[in-house]
Nanobody, 126 residues
């Protein structure tokens, strides 16, 4: 089992930055691929970024050049640095994990992740 807890959300003006953290419990965290997703009111949950066990990463087009995902296995934490925030980035942000035997496994699909946090709200004002 992996339990995920997000933090770092808040209210920020357009153009500002936030760093989200996803702290995980469980000794298997280093064996997990981790993804960030977001969901705005009335919209489906969408992929934001993901990182594999080996540290390779991928981003949604909406975040390329602005968002950076990273992980610190010693701290059981994955981060999402978000810069140049826009009002369209307003959403509830979730992190999710999937235990994988592959160091390179990475997925953009929410259905591929087994463990989810409760989310942290990001609000970007114009």
């Amino acid at each position: 089992q992996v339990q995920m807890v997000e933090s770092g959300g808040g209210l920020v003006q357009a153009g500002g930055s936030l760093r989200l953290s996803c702290a995980a419990s469980g000794r298997t965290f280093s064996s997990a691929a981790v993804g960030w997703f977001r969901q705005a009111p009335g919209k489906e949950r969408e992929f934001v970024a993901a990182i594999s066990r080996s540290g390779s990463n991928t981003y949604a087009d909406s975040g390329k050049g602005r968002f950076t995902i990273s992980r610190d296995n010693a701290k059981n934490t994955v981060y999402l640095q978000m810069n140049s925030l826009k009002p369209d980035d307003t959403a509830l942000y979730y992190c999710a994990a999937r235990i994988s035997g592959s160091y390179s496994y990475i997925s953009l699909a929410p259905r591929d992740y087994n463990f989810w946090g409760q989310g942290t709200q990001v609000t970007v004002s114009s």
